[in-house]
């Protein structure tokens, strides 16, 4: 009854103590035995705008008859002072994705979930053309199903050359309507459910929504906001979870 794409995806609440700060979007990225949560990297950490948590929670559901039914699992970004994410940079800088480790054993025994693995990725130069159908999944402004703690999805486009990095940065571009809150969403591609390697979760996973992309010098009175947004490549989920 419930597409599993819907339960790749959770909400992400950043915490200062007791604090809450900020609503993004995660998910799920299983490799071997390893269970990892992948979110944009200025969730966990943006110097430039002071954002700081020390921990984040996520929503996590514990009975498969009655999806009503959830926990917040709380998972600390430090240990001894250091960081617990990983990140990663290229030769433009930063990459905006981070990934957390979970530990298996400390969740809910009951736990529903879905996890994309190695064999999701949609990599180039495998192709995807200018205007493909694509899914951004996540939970703008913080926005979802509060009873059943589902996710939305949006519509979207490839609104660049797939395969190569625009401006020389690690992404490509989507044209969607997205808001606040859905950074670190999957971008994600429909694909024959007859997969035997993708098994439950017929989606190919193309990118990880990180911002909307704006023209620096836009009239505010008199132009639109472009409505274009910047999808990191997921070869960099390779390098991190190595």
């Not at 990663?88 to 809910?108: F, M, N, S, T």
């Not at 940065?169 to 950074?183: K, N, V």
Request: proline content about 6%.
């Amino acid at each position: 009854m419930i597409d599993t794409l819907l339960l790749t995806t959770a909400r992400v609440c950043t915490f200062s103590d007791s604090q809450q700060l900020t609503n993004a979007s995660g998910f799920f990225f299983s490799r071997g035995q390893r269970l990892f949560l992948v979110t944009s990297r200025h969730v966990l950490s943006d110097p430039p705008s002071g954002h700081q948590p020390d921990r984040i929670e996520i929503e996590l559901h514990t009975d498969p008859d009655d999806m009503a039914k959830s926990v917040a699992f709380s998972v600390p970004l430090y240990h001894d002072g250091r960081g617990t994410w990983s990140q990663a940079e290229d030769q433009a800088g930063d990459i905006d994705i981070a990934v957390v480790e979970l530990d298996r054993d400390a969740l809910p025994p009951s736990c529903v979930y879905r996890a994309f693995s190695p064999e999701h990725l949609h990599l180039p130069p495998a192709t995807a053309g200018i205007g493909a159908t694509l899914l951004i999944v996540g939970f703008p402004l913080g926005f979802h199903d509060t009873l059943h703690h589902m996710p939305v999805a949006r519509q979207a486009v490839i609104a660049s050359a797939f395969g190569l990095r625009f401006q020389g940065g690690g992404y490509f571009l989507t044209d969607a309507r997205t808001h606040r809150g859905t950074s670190g969403a999957p971008v994600v591609m429909r694909v024959d459910p007859g997969d035997a390697a993708l098994g439950d979760l017929p989606w190919k996973l193309l990118g990880v929504h990180s911002a909307r992309l704006d023209v620096g010098d836009r009239d505010l009175q008199q132009d639109e906001a472009l409505g274009l947004n910047c999808a990191w490549y997921v070869d960099a989920l390779m390098t991190l979870t190595g």
